[in-house]
């Protein structure tokens, strides 16, 4: 990070290449959608060079990714919740890049993911996917421990629910 | 069942595309890393200065100012403060650029105001540093702080709509002279040619990249990479484009009803006005949500609507917060560097507004009157209402 600071472009990549498959998978799978998880990904990561010269060196850099990479995705999946979308109005639509076929385990665990709300999402991903401690998360998040607490409950007992009954 | 087997679950999910993600998300932040200007901060005694601008405000608030009963009828809904009767400070840190007939003033966030000189118009390079104005066929690079010119070039075109981009040695300005666009490197030279016949709009960059669109006047817009000339994607046809805006890798195309968003070429509807309305102006906030302006010429009211939808999540014929309105035409829409704030223009009470872009509420509203004599010292009264430009971050 000090390296990266100091305008190096190697250690900037190797940073980059460190944080951008969890920031990228964090931000997929609280949107459930690969172009916008990848556009907040970048932009995070624009934000964090953006802030680069002011960035405090004794705080840890993955953190302070992860809460921007949350944060906006659980911004984008909240308006997307709300909002429906339209189609064509005469434009014509080119079909998306084709996506992987997900196996059943996946696509259960997908669709359960997809089920909860969107800070529910972000809570289980950070705790599953990033691996942050209650505490923390609830630090990220603005939180109370206890919410941080109930919405992993939550989250836990339907994706257990699901990924059993695919696994049994 | 444990944590492990869920932990495990979501970690297998694949990602689509991954590889491929993160190099194009690679190129775009090394792009920005090379191009990032470093800031270095610098803290200024500027108490005494502040504290006796401060006084003056306050004595002058209580005076009455044109307009403010107009605007008045909205405090309650919005949380609009009274107005102010001069601008003597901005509600964020940075710079504006406003052009008056007198020509570009850059305004300091502590209200102070300079005058660059005798220009038709400008706009800030990508940081700050500098200010691209034209004067008839004439491309100036102006010093920001002290408005001394770098350098400059003449068409035999008149010279419009310049657009910087890029920072620190790797930067691009695009204009266009007539109907011919042009990208001029930041120090002057090389000068190219990149179209012809183009749309009397101004080009957009796509932020710390060298990508480029603009639009030719059959209304298909082009997005080219600015080193090779190289046509990168272009749109189908869009009658009456007005506006070309990047956030992120979508791009905002904006006519005089509806705005579409295209990625690569691919458009979603994302704005559709009621039939009759016209969409004045719109500016990108936060994280791709849009602030527009909606004006219904039966009433002669403009609407100021913020849809907290993203560019990046299209969406359409939902209900958006009303921030404001009023009597007229409001525009003019400009972004904080920060994109917390955005000012807008409303020449019927002779006002820049300030509005704060805050996310899921309505924010605070500053409201600035007489904005047509501040920036026309010794006008005559009935002058040509002000238009800003740009919002730039503080000096460096």
Known sequence: ?168 | MSEDRVRSALRQVPLPDETGAAERAWRTVDAAFEARERILWKRRRRGPLVALVAAGAIVLAALTPPGMAVVDRFRDAVGREPSQPALVKLPAPGRLLVVSPEGPWVVHEDGSKRLLGDYEDASWSSRGLFVVATRGRQLVALDSESGEPRWSLSRTEPVRDARWSGGGLDTRIAYRAGDTLHIVAGDGSPDAVVADDVAPIAPAWKADSHMLAYADAAGRVHVVDADTRRQLWRTQTVKGVRELAFSGNRLAVSTSTRVIVFRRGNPTPFLHLPRGHVLLDTAILNFGGVLYADYDPQNDATALFRSDCTIAGACLLMPDTRMFEGPGRISNLVTSPDREWITAGWPAADQFLFFESAPRRLGKVDAVSNVTAEFSPGGDAGGVFPEITGWAPPSP
């Open chain 1, 1 to 168: 990070m000090r390296a990266a600071q100091a305008g190096s472009a190697s250690e900037l990549e190797a940073l980059f290449r460190h944080h951008w498959a969890g920031a990228y998978r964090a931000a997929y799978l609280v949107v459930h959608d690969a172009a916008a998880a990848e556009d907040i990904a970048q932009e995070a990561f624009l934000s964090a060079i953006r802030a680069f010269d002011t960035f405090d060196r004794r705080r840890p850099f993955g953190p302070w990714l992860h809460r921007i990479v949350v944060n906006r995705a659980i911004d984008w999946a909240r308006a997307r919740a709300l909002r429906r979308e339209v189609g064509g109005e005469q434009l014509a639509e080119t079909p998306a890049r084709p996506e992987p076929l997900p196996d059943d385990l996946n696509t259960e665990t997908m669709s359960a993911l997809a089920a909860l709300s969107p800070d529910h999402r972000a809570v289980v991903v950070l705790r599953y996917v990033l691996d942050y401690s209650p505490g923390e998360i609830a630090n990220l998040l603005e939180l109370p421990r206890g919410t941080v607490n109930s919405r992993l409950r939550r989250g836990l007992d339907a994706l257990q629910e699901r990924v059993t009954r695919e696994t049994s």
